[in-house]
């Protein structure tokens, strides 16, 4: 599974734990940021969303302080639902239910391996599917 991944500096070091915990099962491509110096969120998160979008990437991760911000951003865009999750139960129903395809994480608010946990339970649950699928396909406007 290829899985893009990107954040603003307030997520950078959580970004980079993930990769780090998850690079033997997944291949990222990770799109910055680099540092911990401030940045604009928005630019990572479209960059993320694109992809997602354009089916480059079966699933995306998106991280900043809250999560709340590269998660707004995903959803602007056709084809994607961003769920933001900040424990397992969440990120589960979110593709569940939801079928959602990026992962917005709150870097201020989860530790490491709670993040983990949410990423593995998002990335190993499937779409259920029947009900769902109607409620899904009303998403899109």
Do not use: E
């Given at each position: 599974?290829?899985?893009i991944i990107g954040s603003d500096h307030a997520g950078y070091e959580l970004k980079l734990q993930l990769i780090s915990f998850f690079s033997d099962k997944y291949k990222f491509t990770d799109v910055g940021?680099?540092?911990l110096e401030?940045?604009?969120y928005p630019d990572y998160a479209h960059q993320v969303?694109?992809?997602v979008s354009k089916n480059e990437y079966e699933f995306g991760i998106l991280i900043c302080g809250s999560g709340t911000g590269v998660n707004i951003t995903a959803n602007k865009h056709k084809n994607v639902r961003s769920a933001l999750s900040w424990i397992p139960e969440i990120a589960k129903l979110a593709r569940e239910h939801n079928n959602a395809n990026i992962l917005a994480l709150p870097a201020r608010f989860i530790s490491v391996e709670e993040a983990n946990k949410i990423v593995e339970v998002f990335?190993?649950?499937n779409f259920e599917?029947?009900?769902h699928?109607?409620?899904v396909n009303k998403i899109e406007q």
């Open positions: 599974m290829n899985i940021t680099n540092s401030s940045c604009d969303a694109n992809a990335l190993s649950t599917g029947g009900r699928l109607n409620r």
